[in-house]
């Protein structure tokens, strides 16, 4: 999926439908899932975590993510088939937008896509990393998984020929997608929370 959607972005540019993941080394790109819960605020016990995750960008092409909800019932948690989850109470995964912020309420059965820093680099800022950041619901608990969709790790990430030009200097350094991530404090929650899954799995 998520290679289909740079092709479409490359079209989208102009370019060869191709010209994404021949650049970005796709062949051999770095995925990584990591998976985050959230309690509901009537649950939370401790007031330092009264928010889902502080506004971010993340690394990478694109983030893919799938989420499920949870409404929490007095005698103890029940799965809810979710898809009624009223969006006016709010929570979830939000993005700002022309200055705002707003939920972005996407249904279980689908999954979001955000644009991550790498193409914003790549496209020497065309394409803009989304700011996002993950507010808690009242009432209601939810498990997201997102799966970040990347470049080779030796793929060296820097603004295109293409899109740079007398007006437009390159606005970012060029380096290797590896060391943008031993760089990115980001990255090592990430890299820290697809561990535990691991280690859970094995
Ligand atoms: O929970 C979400 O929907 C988004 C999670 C997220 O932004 C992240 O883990 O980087
Ligand atoms: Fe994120």
Redesign the pocket.
Known sequence: MGIQLLRGISKSLGLEECYMEKKMKLESGYNILGPNFYQSLSRCLDDKNQIG?FP???PGLL?LIAQNWRILELQGSIDHPCSSVDPSLGGGLQIKHQGKWLNADFPPSSIGV?VADHIEILTNGKYKSLL?RVALNTEVERLSL?FFFGPSLDAIVKPEPEFVDDHNPPSYRQMTYKEYLESNSRYHVIEAKANLINEALL
Do not use: A, F, M
Request: hydrophobic share 25%; glycine share 0%.
């Open positions: 995750q971010h960008r993340d983030v955000l996002h997102p």
